[in-house]
């Protein structure tokens, strides 16, 4: 009896580990039935199986597609099966996916990150008018505001007024603008309202907790 019995290191490796031992199992038996008619009736069979294993699966869209997939690639591609869509070779599934191109983007002031950026050029592209004169001084103040969260000092009007007109190619020019930014204190005190909000609600919380009885 102890001869027979059955180590994780001496078995079969588990190409989808999810569906377990005894699915491999059955499609492995699948393989060695010598008609087709039977290896496609064990096939759907299986396919049903893995179905309830795997109940998530049913509000993904075409999930049978995705189940038969599975079961190919667990039988090593060697399973002669006809299925209802496209059977998957070996050799697309062992094909390396092309690199993703990520936005190589290195910003001079990485403090305003690369959103301010995509909003200034945005800016560039409207009209002249009330509107976008409101929308280059809400970049600005924002600006201010990334300023202060990297620099906890404080920043004058002049130096924000000049990197926008840098990070906009020279199109933005509110140097010689008569109306002032929002004041440096006010955007950190902004910022310090809501984490004093946060820090009360954190305390409440945990306050409740302590009060409430236990059984």
């Known amino acids: 009896m102890i001869d027979n019995l059955e180590y994780n290191t001496e078995r079969e490796h588990l190409i989808i580990p999810e569906y377990g031992r005894?699915?491999?199992k059955m499609i492995n038996h699948a393989k060695t039935l010598e008609t087709k008619e039977e290896r496609n009736k064990v096939a759907k069979?299986?396919?049903a199986v893995m179905g309830n294993m795997q109940p998530h699966l049913r509000d993904v869209p075409d999930f049978q597609h995705k189940l038969w997939d599975q079961l190919f690639i667990m039988s090593n591609f060697e399973l002669d099966v006809d299925s209802p869509f496209e059977i998957p070779t070996k050799e697309i599934y062992e094909e390396r996916p092309d690199p993703l191109e990520y936005p190589q983007n290195h910003p001079k002031y990485r403090f305003y990150g690369n959103n301010i950026k995509t909003m200034i050029d945005v800016a560039n592209t409207w009209e002249e008018g009330e509107l976008k004169e409101a929308l280059l001084y809400t970049i600005a103040n924002h600006m201010k505001k990334c300023f202060l969260n990297w620099n906890k000092d404080t920043v004058e009007d002049a130096v924000i007024y000049d990197h926008l007109f840098e990070l906009s190619g020279g199109k933005i020019?509110?140097?010689?603008?008569?109306?002032?930014?929002?004041?440096?204190?006010?955007?950190?005190?902004?910022?310090?309202?809501?984490?004093?909000?946060?820090?009360k609600k954190h305390h409440k919380k945990n306050s409740n907790n302590r009060q409430r009885k236990r059984y």
């Open 173 to 199: 020019n509110l140097k010689d603008s008569e109306e002032d930014l929002s004041e440096s204190s006010s955007l950190l005190r902004t910022k310090s309202k809501y984490s004093n909000n946060n820090n």
């Open 45 to 47: 069979a299986i396919i």
């Open 22 to 24: 005894h699915m491999q």
